[in-house]
């Protein structure tokens, strides 16, 4: 709880100043580094979010994105750099605190109080009268589609109910920020896509920005306006979903020809400025081909299949078969993550 003292009062003045600084944004990150004994485990991470987007944190194991959210929930003090909630600094941990919500990887409930008991207890704890807490949490079950079982015991609840039951909890105090630590971990296809499609409603109708930690890469591109990728607490990758997956080199394309134009046909893609030949003709007719050079301009990588296709058109090679498989997020991910590739990607700053 804030203290009503003068050095409250000082920090509150502070953190309205913080707040008109940076007031586009739910949250923002500089500089963050923490270091464990000797060892970074996170270097100068800086992004930032705006409200009512969903920001995915991506990295392999041992990346940096515990500690990442530790820090950014003040559960760990950060060695360097700074982060702001609502343009509340990260120095006041205990106001910043009560401008977020939390899900964490693993939700210990008890088991035997209903799930609207767990909503009043918490309602009370950030300082609701019993009225409000009921109130409000009724409100906030039925917003997670609970409202039917806010009498049953937590108990009695699936792990979609529970993970459904944290993140009604989260939002009790009213969050400009929640942190989603694997939320769909362990669900059904039909719990995952109905949680994905929750997290989606709460971000847009609330204005709630959402910080989604998952190594569900498919996942991460449905649901997240924006990502940034870590690799040994580096961030590799930093952008919306869209510009990373444009820099993907797993734009391939393959062309079948007949066997006897295979050669000649190789010939002219050679000729094609900023396409490189996989593999040389096969027997079959089959020619692959991708972007020469990683990052290329998305636009001209895409346009790489129709680039090939208008010269066989102009040789009057006929076509006899195309493929043609565009870059996803997981294509990125592990190119960025795995040491062999990592060079030779820009980052891009989120909006
Ligand atoms: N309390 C700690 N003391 C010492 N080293 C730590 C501590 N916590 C994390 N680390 C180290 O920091 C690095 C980043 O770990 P972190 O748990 O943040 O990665 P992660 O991306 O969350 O991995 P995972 O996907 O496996 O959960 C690792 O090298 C880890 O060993």
Redesign the pocket.
Known sequence: MLQKSQAGAQAGAADRADHAQATSHVLRVEGLG?V??G?S??KDLSFSLQAGRILGLL????????????MLTTVLEPTSGAFWIDGLASSRPDAIRRRMGVLPESLGFPKKITGLELMVYYGQLYGFDQRKARQNGLALLEAVKLRPRAHSLIGSYSRGMRQRLGIARALIHDPVVIFLDEPTLGLDPRGQKELLALIRSIARERMIGVVF?S?DLPEVSTLCDDVVI?RE?TVVAAGTVGEIVRKSRGNVVRIRVPAQAAQEAAQLFHGISGVMLVSPAEESGWIEARPADAPGDGEQDRLLGNRMLDVLIRAQIPVLGLQAEGGSLQDVFFELTDEEHADGYASVSVH
């Open positions: 923490k464990f004994d060892r485990a996170v990295g392999p194991n041992g990346a940096g994105k515990t500690t990442t959210i530790r930690c190594h870590l607490g």
